[in-house]
């Protein structure tokens, strides 16, 4: 897996799924066990790597582009990322898992069993909130492919029983710390952290030393601006909110409220409901009351914001 060892506890849903199916934890690989620049570097050996659900890498991860053999990702691809001589497999698709699994079914069906057909199915349902017209995040071509799985796989349970316990799991958070919750589910463009929590931003923010917990977050990645991805799941109605931290007065944290709030493709219908503004620090919290929109379409957005700021400086 792609993140550290010791931060697999924070993903619930992982490793809930991983163990309702039987699968030994201890069969895992964690990225700080294995050295991928070492393999790289060394000429008795040959490393080959495929991005999945994501087609940018982290600075630290630069170095690794010549290994890049394939791409699997369900976001719109940024324009700053040439991938010469690399299979892309981009497409806006619910769930990323949907673009693997027909990747598998294309090429080797014979290895959907009814283990590997439940594992891709319970993501496709979480990423598409159970194929909710509400949520709107569902194309043909994840039902096409759940549809499939569920066919070739035997798979006879209740798709809404396996949502909410797969749902459980994932917003889950009593076991985490406030820390903790701040790197379950991170994405990163141009160097601004886009934070997304299985909670509403306003819930979290009431949580004692909520802010300390951000403001130091934002000090040990040497970032000024964060935004804060909420959302509520549980009720029968799906809730989201959205916030922008800054430290001390931030234009490019302004640029980015102003870019969110006048998008139009796509509209997040949002509406302040706080801002706080400290001699250190200001956020502004925003409800989304068009809920069908995602942190998969905020991200370009800030992103582009960022590049336009970093322009304007130069």
């Known amino acids: 897996m792609n993140i550290p060892e010791k931060e697999f506890r924070i993903k619930t849903e992982v490793v809930y799924s991983l163990k309702s199916h039987n699968i030994p934890l201890n069969l895992l690989t964690f990225r700080d066990q294995i050295d991928l620049q070492n393999?790289?570097?060394?000429?008795?050996?040959?490393?080959?790597?495929?991005?999945?659900?994501?087609?940018?890498?982290?600075?630290e991860d630069f170095?690794?582009?010549?290994?890049?053999?394939?791409?699997?990702?369900?976001?719109?691809?940024?324009?700053?990322?040439?991938?010469?001589?690399?299979?892309?497999?981009?497409e806006i698709v619910g769930s990323c898992a949907t673009?693997?699994?027909?990747?598998?079914?294309?090429?080797?069906?014979?290895?959907?069993?009814?283990?590997?057909?439940?594992?891709?199915?319970?993501?496709?349902?979480?990423?598409?909130?159970?194929?909710?017209?509400?949520?709107?995040?569902?194309?043909?071509?994840?039902?096409?492919v759940l549809n499939t799985l569920e066919q070739l796989g035997g798979l006879t349970s209740d798709r809404i029983d396996i949502f909410k316990k797969i749902m459980h799991a994932k917003t889950d958070i009593s076991e985490l710390t406030l820390e903790e919750?701040?790197?379950?589910?991170?994405k990163v463009t141009n160097g601004i952290p886009l934070v997304g929590f299985s909670l509403l931003v306003?819930?979290?923010?009431?949580?004692?030393?909520?802010?300390?917990?951000?403001?130091?977050?934002?000090?040990?990645?040497?970032?000024?601006?964060?935004?804060?991805?909420?959302?509520?799941?549980t009720k029968k109605h799906?809730?989201?909110?959205?916030?922008?931290f800054s430290i001390l007065r931030n234009q490019l944290a302004n640029d980015i409220i102003q870019a969110l709030v006048e998008s139009?493709?796509?509209?997040?219908?949002?509406?302040?409901?706080?801002?706080?503004?400290?001699?250190?620090?200001?956020l502004c919290l925003y409800k989304q009351r068009n809920v069908k929109v995602t942190r998969k379409q905020i991200?370009?957005?800030?992103?582009?914001?960022?590049?336009?700021?970093?322009?304007?400086?130069?």
């Not at 319970?122 to 194309?139: C, F, H, K, Q």
């Open 202 to 233: 306003e819930d979290f923010l009431v949580q004692e030393n909520a802010k300390e917990v951000i403001e130091q977050f934002v000090n040990e990645r040497n970032c000024n601006v964060v935004v804060l991805i909420g959302q509520d799941v």
């Open 264 to 282: 139009t493709q796509p509209s997040l219908n949002l509406e302040l409901i706080k801002e706080i503004r400290e001699e250190k620090c200001n």
């Open 299 to 314: 991200l370009p957005i800030v992103q582009k914001t960022a590049l336009l700021h970093g322009n304007e400086e130069i």
């Open 39 to 59: 393999i790289q570097n060394d000429v008795n050996k040959k490393l080959e790597l495929i991005l999945v659900d994501h087609h940018t890498l982290a600075n």
């Open 63 to 90: 170095k690794l582009k010549p290994s890049i053999v394939m791409i699997i990702d369900h976001r719109p691809q940024d324009p700053t990322w040439s991938w010469p001589n690399v299979l892309l497999n981009i």
């Open 99 to 144: 673009l693997v699994a027909r990747n598998v079914l294309q090429k080797n069906p014979d290895l959907l069993d009814t283990q590997l057909s439940s594992l891709l199915r319970g993501p496709i349902l979480i990423d598409t909130y159970n194929m909710s017209d509400e949520a709107g995040r569902a194309t043909a071509t994840d039902v096409d």
């Open 238 to 244: 799906v809730s989201r909110d959205i916030a922008i």
């Open 181 to 186: 919750l701040m790197i379950k589910d991170l």
